[in-house]
């Protein structure tokens, strides 16, 4: 049989320590850390998307980050073949591949082998093809499906909107025209791995003000500059880019529509909003996941005893 790689992955809601947690880790076992954040990757999205620093960092290569530029689309799918080769690499040269990340979909795209038509969705994607159909009408909405997908355009109806909505929101996400992908819906764990889930979970309301705490100190770092850079790009809210928590709220401030006051509070309530989503998501999604209570004395012991042996077998 093929050796399998080993592989740690650290996950759980936003502000739950998982960079912390994953540098301790990748500096006992002697590890690599691979990002798994959607908004990590983007060059220009640095404070807003609570990137460590180079000192933060603590020596510890970091892979996946500031792959591409805000002006640019990037897929799951993309995601997917570009931080394989990076666990490939840090394999190779004899380094503990550690996942660290709180999208759940970036880490489900390494670990199983996905249909990405049935596994993917993505609310804000639909929420704003829906205001798009609603402002411009049917046909202009068929029109964008068949730019970029032919062959399924060709036996939707324009009226059928809600499948042409659909058709439009799995090439957003994957990168990949509906009409090639299969559809089976199977989700098949990958056999190149063997793997730890390390998940953090904090009591509600210290998860709460550990996030509120981020936010202003996101805020003293300078957030609002960086958001207005972004906003003073001029690009289509349409890109995943675009979506990241913090700098939307902003862009209304930006656009006069809100007080900074309402819009950090946007922030905030949207923040905490999501990382219950990612709660429901890891839950249901990796059965698998070793929980450690993030605020109890022993976490990080509990997480270097695990890994030890895991590494051990």
Not at 28 to 47: C, H, P, R, T, W
Not at 95 to 108: A, D, E, F, N, Q
């Amino acid at each position: 049989m093929k050796q399998q790689i080993p592989l740690v992955v650290v996950a759980g809601p936003t502000a739950s320590g998982k960079t912390d947690m994953a540098i301790h880790l990748a500096k006992i076992f002697g590890g690599e850390i691979i990002n798994a954040d959607s908004m990590q990757v983007y060059k220009e999205l640095n404070i807003g998307s609570a990137k460590p620093s180079v000192e933060e960092r603590q020596g510890i290569p970091h892979h996946m980050m500031d792959v591409v530029s805000v002006t640019n689309e990037y897929t799951v799918s993309q995601y997917e073949q570009q931080a394989t080769e990076a666990i490939k690499d840090v394999y190779n040269r004899k380094k503990l591949p550690i996942i660290c990340g709180g999208t759940g979909l970036y880490i489900r795209s390494l670990l199983y082998r996905m249909s990405f038509s049935n596994a993917i969705s993505d609310e804000t994607i639909r929420r704003e093809l829906t205001e798009y159909v609603n402002k411009n009408g049917k046909l202009s909405l068929h029109t964008m499906l068949s730019k970029v997908d032919q062959k399924t355009a060709s036996r939707l109806h324009p009226n059928d909107v809600k499948r042409v909505i659909r058709a439009l929101e799995v090439y957003r996400v994957t990168g990949i025209p509906f009409s090639q992908q299969d559809n089976n819906g199977k989700f098949e764990k990958k056999d190149i791995y063997r793997c730890i889930l390390i998940g953090l979970q904090w009591p509600r309301q210290e998860l709460v003000r550990r996030i509120k705490k981020r936010i202003d100190i996101m805020v003293d770092n300078g957030l609002l500059k960086e958001a207005k850079n972004i906003y003073d790009l001029h690009l289509p809210l349409s890109l995943p880019s675009m979506q990241g928590l913090g700098y939307k709220q902003l862009f209304s401030y930006f656009d006069g529509l809100c007080s900074l006051e309402e819009a950090l509070e946007q922030t905030f309530i949207q923040t905490r909003q999501f990382a219950k989503r990612q709660m429901t998501w890891f839950r249901h999604q990796e059965p698998e996941m070793h929980w450690i209570k993030a605020d109890e004395a022993g976490a990080v012991f509990q997480a270097e005893q695990l890994v030890s042996e895991f590494i051990s077998k």
